[in-house]
């Protein structure tokens, strides 16, 4: 085993002003529904240059509230990547609808469009595009294919914070999408413990997904249906939830989201590292080329490695990464492959892409705190652990 501190594949940065942010809150009146959560999601939107933002209690709820928003239910079908995080399909059968699963592209893992063009059909209601580790889907091809379907098109931009395509923020939601999906769990750009937001463009997309995370409820005079009898008075108008988030949470963000850019930098800088320094492992292939390096948000640094042709297995690797203090993790298990969805009539071996890639990747260390010597640290135990 290896004496020096454990390298997780993920973990937060909690600085001195993101406790003093927490601690003020709670020394305050407002623990949830306060200011903090309106100043937070002013700061998110101005941050990827969207006119709202609507914050909310995980990436998860982020898409729930998103297909809430845009009605989606019973006999809607839903186009989503076979490899992505299982809430990406699941949104969708939380509102009755059902997933479309489409296969991804094996070296890169982002959804096919021409396989998502040949799952179309007139039932499609929506298109979620997964920016997978912070590399960006093809949204020009898939806002034209939303489009001419009469379909909504969502980014789930959980990985993609920072992120940008041909120098569009992602969030800003102006080439084509309805709505972007953000997740603040501690393994991500920033953190706020669990935590997401919904970014879009439409004024009455953002009133619905204010609606879907409070019950469904109104209380406002103006927005009610019937004259109030009083300052009592509320009326729930959808089925909604509670996916609030709390103003703990929402001053931890906003501290968190001042530093965004900084965090985002050593990322890039991390990867840029990794890059170097992996051109020496053979049959090592990093997903994101160096070509598209610039715009990733990098929250992951995933590589692709022929683990039968190196005479090694991928368990086996990630065992001796460990033993070395490296950890290692797998993005994603194909959705189709989970027992849930074969039990509605899903298989992996119908997505050949999601195979090929599945069978290669591995996720190696990414975050903010890093050192430089880090990389270098994880690539030499990398090149041991791939002997035969």
Same mark, same amino acid.
């Given at each position: 085993?290896?004496?020096?501190?454990?390298? =997780?594949?993920?973990?937060?940065?909690? /600085?001195?002003?993101?406790?003093?942010?927490?601690?003020?809150?709670?020394?305050?009146?407002?623990?949830?529904?306060? =200011?903090?959560?309106?100043?937070?999601?002013?700061?998110? $939107?101005?941050?990827?240059?969207?006119?709202?933002?609507?914050? %909310?209690?995980? &990436?998860?709820?982020?898409?729930?509230?998103?297909?809430?928003?845009? @009605?989606?239910? =019973?006999?809607?079908?839903?186009?989503?990547?076979?490899?992505?995080?299982?809430?990406?399909?699941?949104?969708?059968?939380?509102?009755?609808?059902?997933?479309?699963? $489409?296969?991804?592209?094996?070296?890169?893992?982002?959804?096919?469009?021409?396989?998502? +063009? +040949?799952?179309?059909?007139? +039932?499609?209601?929506?298109?979620?595009?997964?920016?997978? &580790?912070?590399?960006?889907?093809?949204?020009?091809?898939?806002?034209?294919?939303?489009?001419?379907?009469?379909?909504?098109?969502?980014?789930?931009?959980?990985?993609?914070?920072?992120?940008?395509?041909?120098?569009?923020?992602?969030?800003?939601?102006?080439?084509?999408?309805?709505?972007?999906?953000?997740?603040?769990? =501690? %393994?991500?750009?920033?953190?706020?413990? @669990?935590?997401?937001?919904?970014?879009?463009?439409?004024?009455?997309?953002?009133?619905?997904?204010?609606?879907?995370?409070?019950?469904?409820?109104?209380?406002? $005079?103006? &927005?009610?249906?019937?004259?109030?009898?009083?300052?009592?008075?509320? /009326?729930?108008?959808?089925?909604?939830?509670?996916?609030?988030?709390? !103003?703990?949470?929402?001053?931890?963000?906003?501290?968190?989201?001042?530093?965004?850019?900084?965090?985002?930098?050593?990322?890039?800088?991390?990867?840029?590292?990794?890059?170097?320094?992996? !051109?020496?492992?053979?049959?090592?292939?990093?997903?994101?080329?160096?070509?598209?390096?610039?715009?990733?948000? #990098?929250?992951?640094?995933?590589?692709?490695?022929?683990? $039968?042709?190196?005479?090694?297995?991928?368990?086996?690797?990630?065992?001796?990464?460990?033993?070395?203090?490296?950890?290692?993790?797998?993005?994603?298990?194909?959705?189709?492959?989970?027992?849930?969805?074969?039990?509605?009539?899903?298989?992996?071996?119908?997505?050949?892409?999601?195979?090929? #890639?599945?069978?290669?990747?591995?996720?190696?260390?990414?975050?903010?705190?890093? !050192?430089?010597?880090? *990389? !270098? +640290? *994880?690539?030499?135990?990398?090149?041991?652990?791939? @002997?035969?």
């Amino acid at each position: 085993m290896s004496d020096l501190p454990f390298l =997780p594949y993920a973990r937060q940065s909690i /600085e001195d002003d993101d406790v003093e942010a927490v601690v003020r809150v709670l020394r305050s009146a407002h623990l949830t529904s306060g =200011p903090e959560i309106p100043a937070f999601e002013d700061a998110l $939107a101005a941050a990827v240059g969207s006119p709202w933002a609507v914050a %909310v209690s995980s &990436g998860t709820a982020a898409l729930h509230a998103a297909c809430i928003a845009v @009605e989606l239910g =019973p006999g809607d079908e839903v186009i989503v990547p076979a490899v992505t995080f299982v809430a990406t399909a699941n949104c969708a059968r939380f509102v009755g609808a059902e997933p479309i699963f $489409a296969d991804v592209h094996p070296d890169t893992g982002l959804i096919d469009p021409d396989d998502v +063009r +040949r799952r179309l059909t007139n +039932r499609t209601r929506a298109i979620i595009a997964v920016h997978l &580790g912070g590399a960006t889907a093809d949204m020009p091809a898939l806002a034209a294919m939303a489009s001419a379907a009469n379909a909504v098109l969502i980014e789930d931009a959980a990985h993609a914070l920072g992120a940008s395509r041909d120098g569009e923020p992602v969030g800003s939601c102006r080439r084509g999408s309805a709505m972007a999906t953000f997740s603040f769990h =501690p %393994v991500k750009h920033i953190a706020t413990g @669990e935590g997401g937001a919904v970014t879009g463009v439409d004024p009455a997309l953002r009133d619905r997904l204010r609606l879907a995370r409070d019950h469904g409820i109104v209380r406002e $005079a103006a &927005g009610s249906s019937a004259p109030s009898p009083g300052p009592w008075y509320y /009326e729930q108008q959808l089925l909604g939830h509670n996916l609030r988030l709390t !103003d703990i949470q929402a001053a931890l963000g906003r501290s968190q989201l001042a530093k965004r850019d900084r965090f985002l930098a050593r990322r890039r800088s991390l990867a840029a590292r990794y890059l170097s320094r992996l !051109d020496s492992v053979e049959g090592v292939v990093p997903v994101v080329p160096p070509a598209a390096s610039r715009e990733c948000a #990098y929250h992951l640094f995933a590589v692709r490695i022929d683990f $039968a042709r190196r005479g090694v297995t991928r368990a086996e690797v990630m065992r001796r990464l460990r033993e070395k203090g490296v950890g290692s993790q797998v993005h994603y298990i194909p959705v189709p492959a989970q027992p849930y969805y074969r039990g509605r009539g899903w298989a992996l071996d119908a997505f050949p892409g999601a195979r090929a #890639y599945y069978d290669h990747t591995l996720s190696l260390p990414m975050f903010a705190a890093m !050192d430089d010597s880090d *990389v !270098d +640290r *994880v690539v030499a135990a990398l090149a041991e652990a791939l @002997e035969p």
